[in-house]
């Protein structure tokens, strides 16, 4: 049995700070932000994937369950709940997911990508974290010389007020 803890040592608290589009690739970012703290991940996503996070940001109902309501309704009618999901990789460019669920009394772990977990976890109101190594890899990555524009870009949505992240967004 895989264990689970509220919160793991090597895991720091996240907050939805906006989904919005990339200015420059057109792309949606789903912007996370450190709770007690500055610093931020970008999570670039698919437009559906923005969609299903931004319906759920807006509280907007749909006239038939959307693929992560009927996760949600499938998994309550298993008897699980979704307790966190944690940003737990960032391997080659690309962002992986746990989502940690309990059923039965028995923690079960779940792969998923970053912008599934999300929806899920704005679904059943659940904390997101993400591992400490993903928001230094992201940090490295910025600071690493490869690309001049993603340095750039961080510290832009690191500066980001509300008015100018309501201006990106979806």
């Excluded at 907007?60 to 699980?80: E, S, V």
């Excluded at 028995?106 to 591992?131: F, G, H, K, Q, T």
Aim: charged letters at 25%; one cysteine or more; proline letters at 4%.
């Amino acid at each position: 049995m895989t264990t689970m803890s509220e919160r793991g040592a090597d895991e720091v608290e996240m907050e939805i700070r906006g989904l919005m589009m990339d200015p420059v690739t057109n792309m949606p970012i789903v912007v996370l932000k450190d709770v007690e703290g500055d610093s931020v991940l970008p999570i670039w996503v698919g437009i559906f994937e923005a969609n299903a996070i931004a319906l759920e940001l807006e509280k907007t109902a749909t006239p038939r369950p959307m693929t992560h309501d009927l996760l949600q309704n499938m998994a309550r009618g298993l008897g699980a709940v979704v307790r966190k999901i944690v940003v737990s990789e960032l391997r080659d460019d690309t962002f992986y997911a746990v989502i940690w669920m309990e059923q039965a009394g028995e923690a079960v772990a779940m792969d998923a990508r970053p912008s599934d977990a999300i929806a899920l976890a704005l679904r059943w109101d659940c904390p997101i974290y993400a591992n400490r190594k993903v928001l230094e890899s992201s940090k490295q990555v910025a600071n690493g010389g490869t690309s001049v524009n993603a340095d750039e870009m961080r510290r832009w949505l690191e500066n980001l007020n509300d008015d100018e992240m309501g201006r990106y967004k979806m």
